[in-house]
């Protein structure tokens, strides 16, 4: 179901501020705040707010922030207003006192899976009930990096270097079913010395294993693509979840991965680099395609619009990048920046027609690009306490006629917030 589109054109005002530093350490990126944790005992609380905040009214572009200065903004300068946007956060869930690492939304079972240190907690999307809570008996997985679904079962990554897959029982609740590498996929690979690649110095072990934690994972077409921080990414086949393919893909952790609907790879690392791989044509092995070099410091977040002809990218230097498909070429050039926010980028989603992102400086952005091609920021999102680590965004089954969405936030606080966003003229 597509949601009805926003408003093309908006309005915002300029205003300076004061920079402040990013919350990420840029001397090693791999090393987030959000990886630093304890783990008390779980409580579920839920409140609800109704505190409305509009679009046009307080929106700051920060357009004085120039983090890169040879990247053109792509941000409208003029007003033009036809409808402002309003934003209210509905709920807040606190499922545990431990910063929210991922979120994810299985639209079959109507339900919003949240990661929080080593745990999973279930909610439902209709009345925010907690559902269950799983990957409780094994802390040393450590924390849970990603959270994705493939053939009705649901895929877990670790900062232990695993792949975790879950199925949910007849009584809701979820049950490890494999972990990977497969102890099938071990089987056929131990045994022969040219399955073993160096880690570090005087370590091997098996290509099909991660050697470091598992940032983000990507189902596409019957496959999974895993990436991780030991700077590789992985292929594997969802029908026997066989490792098929492991390539070193970076020199630094590899922080995010998007995939294109015609098989297109793109890794956004600490290295500060966006490298785009494919198959070609005959070939079992994916290739580099191109490198995409902008960003000053560590690629945190990707996202590519539906039709997988715009690449956003979001970095520590606090731009968001856009990068565009060349009629001549077949990678992406960068067309601009998205200035504004105060601190680095740690999340991006697109959802229909708008950009999100999340930030360390504890708000989220909503973004919608106008015919000309340039953008402008919708609405700004504040509530949470600290950086803000995932999104994800659901039409709002309330107020489908008026275009309304709901987006979900979780941050380092712990909290999960609710926003309902909609055109205020209705």
């Known amino acids: 179901m597509r949601v009805r589109s926003f408003l ?36 579920v609380s839920l409140s609800i707010s109704g505190e409305t905040s509009y679009g046009s009214s307080s929106l700051h572009s920060n357009l004085s922030l120039q983090t890169l200065p040879s990247v053109p903004s792509l941000q409208k300068l003029s007003p ?60 040393s997985s450590g924390s849970v990096k990603s959270v994705a679904f493939c053939d009705g079962k649901i895929l877990s990554s670790h900062q232990n270097g695993k792949i975790r897959v879950w199925q949910m029982t007849i009584s809701k609740r979820h049950q490890l079913v494999a972990t990977l590498p497969t102890v099938n996929d071990r089987l056929r690979h131990f045994m022969l010395p040219k399955n073993y690649v160096s880690v570090r110095r005087h370590k091997k072990q098996l290509w099909i294993d991660h050697a470091d934690a598992v940032s983000s994972l990507y189902v596409s077409d019957g496959f999974i693509c895993s990436v991780s921080w ?12 066989r490792c098929l393919e492991s390539v070193k893909a970076h020199q630094d952790a590899v922080n995010a991965v998007a995939i294109s609907g015609t098989g297109t790879i793109y890794t956004g690392s600490a290295d500060c680099l966006i490298k785009v791989w494919a198959k070609p044509s005959g ?24 039709d997988g002809s715009i690449l956003f990218s979001g970095a520590c230097d606090r731009s968001i990048l856009v990068w565009e498909r060349e009629d001549s070429a077949n990678h992406m050039v960068v067309t601009g920046a998205l200035r504004g926010h105060s601190k680095a980028i740690l999340c991006l989603i697109s959802f229909c027609d708008l950009l999100l992102s999340g930030s360390a400086d504890r708000t989220v952005r909503i973004w919608q690009r106008g015919s000309d091609g340039r953008y402008c920021c919708l609405s700004i999102l504040k509530g949470h306490k600290k950086p803000v680590k995932a999104l994800v965004a659901v039409p709002d089954g309330e107020w489908k006629t008026a275009g309304a969405i709901r987006v979900f936030s979780g941050s380092l606080d712990g909290e999960i917030k609710v926003w309902q966003v909609s055109p205020s003229g209705f």
């Open 80 to 139: 033009e207003t036809l409808l402002s946007v309003s934003h209210v956060c509905v709920a807040t869930l606190k499922p545990r006192p431990v910063h929210i690492s991922c979120l994810a939304v299985a639209v079959a079972a109507d339900s919003l899976y949240a990661a929080s240190g080593n745990q999973i907690h279930v909610f439902d999307l209709k009345n925010y009930a907690h559902l269950d809570t799983f990957n409780t008996d094994d802390s």
């Open 230 to 241: 030991d700077k590789c990414f992985k292929i594997w086949r969802s029908s026997d979840l």
């Open 8 to 43: 093309t054109v908006c309005t915002f005002t300029t205003h300076d501020c004061m920079i402040a530093s990013t919350d990420i350490r840029q001397s090693h990126p791999k090393f987030l705040a959000s990886d630093i944790c304890s783990y008390p005992e779980m409580s």
């Open 283 to 306: 070939e079992k092995r994916h290739a580099l395609v191109a490198t995409l070099e902008k960003h000053k410091s560590a690629v945190n977040a990707l996202a590519l619009n539906s």
